[in-house]
């Protein structure tokens, strides 16, 4: 078994998969290290010296859907990938498609990295800082599942103008200067503690709306935990307040078809205009 660590980054696994293909080394022969941890019952086996001599033609677009899958983290993160390209290579392209055992297994990662860049787009919640501050504007903090950071944050390039801001989570982070964005694989502790620790200024009004706008009778529970997942709750400003939300639904609350506060005040009587019956 070749054991190889392309230390978790797309382009050195391309590099070391493109050596391994021109030397037609088999799929089942090669083991990748994911997260630095290496394949523990693997046999090292010696490694081919130099070029081989067989010459793949790759399609761009399988390129480009290994790059996007290569995001996601789990097991048999990089070797499923070229088990995928070795197949191609071979003129198999079904390995792309849901048809096939292994495409359908690249095309659920997709979808899974796709829908987390979704969760970024949706559940992030920049906090302004005072003006004036050094560094960044705007801070977030997010819990991504899979390596979608990098990618998916150039979404806000274009919806917040010129400001700086930063998304920290516990593996990297970006930051967006008001030009470039840079990202920190490991996400600096500064940053992290300060997309923790920042106060919001606007947090109270923002709960007082939300709870206000809140329609026990429409509730789903399954339904809305489909659209959020209740992982991303405890990082949301309105998190706090869901769990309670979902309980006076489930008390009788669903009668009344507003939240709490707005259904018991009091209502204005309308009067009657004279000859209507």
Known sequence: MINLDCDDLFDSWRQQARW????????????????????????????PEGQGPFQARIPRLLLETLECAAQYRGDQRWSLLYEVLWRVSHGDRTAMMAGDK??????????????????????????????????????????????????????????????????ATPRDGVYYDGEQLIHQRQCPVEWQQLAQNVDDPHGELWLTYYSHIFNPARLNPKVMQG?????????????????GLITQARTGKQQNGQASGIAARGGKRIAMKEGRE
């Open 227 to 243: 659209h959020l997942p209740a992982r991303f709750w405890k990082n949301l400003p309105e998190g706090e307040l869901i769990p």
């Open 102 to 167: 292994l495409g359908s297994e690249l095309q659920r990662r997709l979808k899974q990295v796709h829908r987390e860049a979704h969760h970024l787009h949706a559940f992030v919640r920049f906090i302004e800082r005072p003006q004036g501050s050094p560094g960044p504007q705007y801070v977030a903090w997010h819990e991504p599942a899979h390596d979608i950071l990098h990618s998916a944050s150039e979404h806000f390039i274009g919806r917040m103008g010129r400001h700086r801001w930063l998304i």
């Open 20 to 47: 391994l293909l021109s030397h037609e080394v088999d799929p089942s022969l090669v083991s990748w290290a994911s997260e630095g941890v290496s394949d523990l019952f693997a046999n090292e086996q010696s490694v």
